[in-house]
């Protein structure tokens, strides 16, 4: 998958608010998960918008939302995704 190595998860403590580039709500400061894709830097509610994102990112980067997970599964704090 061509993803692997563009795709790469960067520490989201120090991003500020956002919304979340899959569903589109609202990804607080220093929470959800941060990623850098094709020299953008992104911003995902949750893991499981991070994974529909990894399994097609171009849906997403032209602007296709999906919904979330409605609460279905942790909303991981960024500490869990920490790249150090």
């Known amino acids: 998958m061509v ?3 563009t795709l790469i998860v960067l520490d989201s403590r120090e991003q500020a608010a956002a919304e ?4 589109g709500n609202a990804v607080p400061a220093g929470e959800g998960v941060t ?3 094709l020299g953008r ?3 995902f509610k949750c893991p499981g ?3 529909r994102f ?3 990112p171009d849906r997403y980067v032209a602007g296709h939302k999906a919904e979330c997970c409605k609460g279905e599964h ?3 704090p960024s500490s ?5």
């Open 3 to 5: 993803v692997a190595g």
């Open 20 to 23: 979340c580039v899959v569903c």
């Open 35 to 37: 990623a850098r894709y």
């Open 41 to 43: 830097t992104l911003r």
């Open 49 to 51: 918008c991070y994974a």
């Open 54 to 56: 990894e399994a097609d």
């Open 74 to 76: 942790d909303h991981s």
């Open 80 to 84: 869990e995704w920490r790249t150090d």
